[in-house]
């Protein structure tokens, strides 16, 4: 059986848009920027699905990736640091991850 192109939402779960997110996180200076891409990880990581665990698994296993979000942490923007505490307990949910993570993060 034949796998249909993907649509919708699925057209996000891939490498490309990853690293594009990531690189976003990494180089913008605005905030709207910078909560847009964190929430855009943040849907992508949200639900229990195969697909969401290999983008938290992505995003630890990319160089900066967990450095590219622990900075939002502690922003002094609440909407940023919000969502990159979302992004985080998203990611969490992999129990393969949470010794990485928290190893990265703290």
Known sequence: ????????????????SLQ????LLR???KDATLEACCGA???????????STLM??????KPHGLSDISHLLISRNPGLQKTA???VGNMSRVSSLRGI????LL
Do not use: F
């Open 1 to 16: 059986m034949a796998k249909e192109d993907p649509e919708g939402v699925d057209w996000l779960y891939n490498q490309k």
């Open 20 to 23: 594009m997110y990531l690189s």
């Open 27 to 29: 180089c913008s200076k």
């Open 41 to 51: 990880l943040q849907n992508l990581t949200a639900s229990k699905t195969h697909l």
């Open 56 to 61: 938290s698994q992505s995003i630890i296993q």
């Open 85 to 87: 505490m979302s992004l």
């Open 101 to 104: 993570m928290g190893k990265s």
